[in-house]
């Protein structure tokens, strides 16, 4: 069992077998996307109380979404890779943060820009924007900790132990933000996860969020290449490999 | 085990004693940083109490922030943290041992001196004495969760600005629930429920900080 | 419904279409940012194996020659 | 009593060594040699457990030393290239200090003596700051002597010491070996020691070498 963990979790089988993957994900990742984005632009009817800016919504709830999932895959790749010493894991990890640090990018401008007309002001201090505006905040500083460390292995662990901390974190801080904010805002703003959506409005966001988890998958593994192929540059099998090139 | 955590905390305070005048800065800092506040507004009573939970909590965060260096960078720059590693005692307890000695040495003293800050800001007597409460509960997990990121930021040059991007947004849940107690007690309303969230993180971080402490101070050892 | 209507989103034009035209940049950037980053890793790995055949050769010019430190 | 099964050691992606074995048993003296960055340093970290070696284990009676760390740490004690001094605390609090991350407590008179020993009687109260870099070393001479330990583990223990310092260094080893204790050592200043003594090479290689 082990040795199967290490043979398929080595850098080099990960590179040769992650190539036709990523094709295959990029392509789903764009049918579903234009679909979705055919089904959201299109068919869906525009909202009675928000009119066409609920538009925003099929890109800022999924990379909202996406922003917290990949933190959690940061987070357990972190850890497979400090407990089982598994490289791989620190190269997922370390290739998933740019990914997540844009989707809470994202989310925080579609989130302004949906806010504008809704609430009259690009930022108010609502619960759920503070909580991704902190998430952004735990990415940099994974990002940040990742490049001061010259050492590429002590890099690995020590922003994985940071991710690991960050996620045992996120429930308390995200709780205490709805905490914060229900006490000095009040419940007048507008949600975006309204329980009764409209099932037009329901599909395409979902597709869109399986867009997204498509988008990320190919990016990640792409990502992850570069991670091994850098880190792997005194080994044989990368100086095969551009030799080959 | 015990006589370890007791030993290391001896020499920790020992050795602060020594440079008395560098125990006081975090604390300086803390009073000034609060006092620049009234300077900057019309400093009205009322406007004063308004600022006065969020200043103080605020500035009590980067007072501790800016002592967290010397809880491991001493004894990572001389070596001592290698001997403290070879022990044969538990990591955690030597752990604990020296985030009680930085409490004890800034977090206490921020605590004691809080009521001042407290008349400085035209702060009711209810809300000073919740303030106490408050702080006594979350600066010590400043310095718990601190330590993880000193742990993981000693070894690398110029940490300082490194280290507040990784530990701030952590202190975030500390921040919004103590200055929300001080708040609410200075409108007369109970705040059972503000510092029993803090002692419940407080419990939370007991547990788990010194043991992500000394995995982290592996990970900077094993450089 | 004809593309003006369509383009015009009731009156929230900008909010929308910056809000997609921000996530095809951001999507865009990450697409190009790793492809890019990939030819500089391996034009890094070639410079080095170039450098270290040149070291290989001349310790081996070395050592040929007699040299002794 | 110390067993190393082919530790492989990777750093900045540079392979220092691999394959890696050797043995240390009782009142054995072993020497680490090798050139600048060849990997002794590190070696020493990974056999105190300090550092994570890519493949192989350390052994400690038999047992890897993180299932044994609590009994390998009471019987080994290992001095670097710092001189864990606190220029704040004076020459015996500096020893109790060290001796306590041990769990020992010894008298001073005990202390006293290791300090006249290394060339530090009457220094008791004199403020780390104050010595020269060499009196800090023979403070972490007096600390291996009183600690009790089978095995040193000594990273250029001859470091700032004078012709003095480097005999009693030599006299330390050759008593410890004596009395059964085992030595691992590095060193680039010629270490005299009157007693059969083994040594490993590490050597400068592996750096055009590529790594599986």
């Known amino acids: 069992m082990w040795k ?79 407990i089982w010493q598994i490289r791989l894991a620190d190269m997922v990890a370390a290739a998933s943060a740019p990914i997540g640090a844009s989707f809470a ?33 735990l990415y940099l500083g994974y990002m940040a900790l990742q490049s001061a460390i010259e050492d590429q292995r002590s890099a690995d662990k020590a922003s994985g132990l940071l991710a690991i901390v960050g996620v045992v974190n996120i429930p308390i801080i995200h709780y205490s933000v709805e905490w914060w904010n229900t006490l000095h805002q009040g419940a007048t703003v507008a949600k975006f996860d309204k329980p009764s959506m409209h099932i037009d409005m329901l599909i395409p966001l979902l597709l869109m969020a399986v867009a997204f988890k498509l988008l990320y998958a190919a990016l990640v593994l792409v990502r992850a290449r570069n991670e091994a192929l850098y880190r792997d540059r005194n080994r044989r099998w990368v100086r095969e490999l551009i030799e080959k090139l | 085990m015990l006589k370890a955590y007791y030993h290391l905390l001896v020499r920790d305070l020992r050795l602060a004693l020594r440079n008395r005048h560098e125990l006081a800065n975090p604390l300086i800092f803390f009073v000034l940083v609060v006092t620049l506040f009234p300077l900057a507004v019309t400093p009205t009573s009322e406007a004063l109490r308004a600022m006065a939970p969020g200043v103080i909590w605020v500035s009590a965060l980067l007072a501790v922030l800016l002592s967290l260096d010397r809880l491991f960078k001493q004894d990572y720059d001389d070596g001592s943290l290698d001997q403290l ?13 020296k985030v009680s000695a930085h409490w004890l040495l800034t977090g206490l003293p921020l605590v004691i001196i809080a009521p001042l800050l407290g008349l400085f800001m035209s702060l009711p007597s209810e809300a000073v004495t919740v303030l106490i409460y408050s702080l006594l509960l979350g600066t010590p997990v400043l310095s718990l969760v601190g330590a993880i990121g000193v742990s993981l930021t000693v070894a690398v040059n110029r940490g300082g600005v490194l280290l507040s991007l990784i530990i701030l947004p952590l202190y975030i849940p500390i921040l919004i629930f103590g200055a929300n107690a001080v708040d609410v007690a200075s409108d007369g309303l109970p705040v059972t429920g503000q510092l029993l969230f803090l002692g419940a993180v407080l419990a939370l971080a007991l547990s788990l900080a010194p043991l992500a402490t000394s995995v982290a101070l592996r990970i900077t050892a094993a450089r | 419904m004809n593309w003006s209507e369509f383009f015009h989103m009731g009156g929230y034009a900008f909010f929308v279409w910056t809000s997609y035209g921000v996530t095809l940049i951001v999507i865009v950037a990450n697409i190009v940012a790793p492809v890019m980053q990939r030819k500089k890793i391996i034009a890094r790995i070639k410079r080095a194996i170039k450098r270290e055949q040149i070291e290989l050769a001349n310790s081996q010019q070395m050592a040929n020659s007699g040299k002794t430190e | 009593m110390l067993e190393i099964q082919s530790l492989e ?100 008179t005990e202390i006293e003596g290791a300090l006249a020993k290394v060339g530090l009687a009457t220094y008791e109260d004199v403020q780390g700051k104050a010595l020269s870099s060499g009196q800090r070393r023979r403070i972490l001479l007096a600390f291996v002597e009183l600690s009790r330990a089978k095995l040193w583990i000594l990273d250029e223990p001859l470091t700032a010491l004078d012709v003095q310092g480097v005999a009693l260094m030599e006299s330390m080893i050759l008593d410890h070996k004596r009395a059964g204790g085992s030595v691992v050592f590095t060193t680039h200043h010629g270490m005299q020691l009157d007693c059969e003594m083994s040594s490993v090479q590490l050597g400068r290689k592996a750096r055009l070498q590529g790594v599986e």
Request: with cysteine; charged share 15%; proline share 4%.
């Open chain 4, 9 to 108: 050691c990777v750093r900045d992606d540079r392979l220092l060594f691999s394959g890696l074995s050797f043995t240390v048993a009782e009142a054995q003296v072993l020497q680490i040699e090798g050139p600048n960055g060849s990997g002794k340093t590190s070696l020493l970290r990974i056999i105190c457990g300090l550092r994570q070696a890519e493949a192989g284990k350390v052994l400690w009676q038999g047992e890897s030393i993180t299932a044994s760390r609590e009994d390998y740490y009471a019987n080994m004690v290992y001095i670097g290239h710092l001189p864990c001094i606190k220029g704040d605390l004076t020459v015996l609090e500096n020893v109790r200090a060290l001796l306590d991350t041990r769990s020992l407590s010894l008298s001073t």
């Open chain 1, 4 to 82: 199967w963990i290490q043979r398929f979790s080595s850098p080099k089988y990960f590179y040769s077998m992650s190539a036709p993957l990523i094709t295959w994900f990029s392509i789903a990742a764009l049918l579903t996307g234009l679909y979705g984005l055919y089904l959201g632009l299109f068919v869906a009817p525009p909202d009675y109380q928000q009119g066409e800016s609920y538009r925003i919504i099929f890109i800022h709830v999924p990379a909202a979404w996406m922003s917290l999932f990949i933190y959690m895959v940061m987070a357990v790749s972190a850890a497979i890779g400090i």
């Open chain 2, 85 to 97: 590693m070879l022990s044969p005692n538990p990591l955690m307890i030597l752990v604990l041992a």
């Open chain 1, 105 to 137: 990018f994202l989310a925080l401008v579609t989130g302004a820009l949906w806010g504008k007309p809704m609430w009259g002001a690009y930022w108010v201090w609502d619960a759920r924007l503070t909580s991704e505006l902190i998430l952004l905040f």
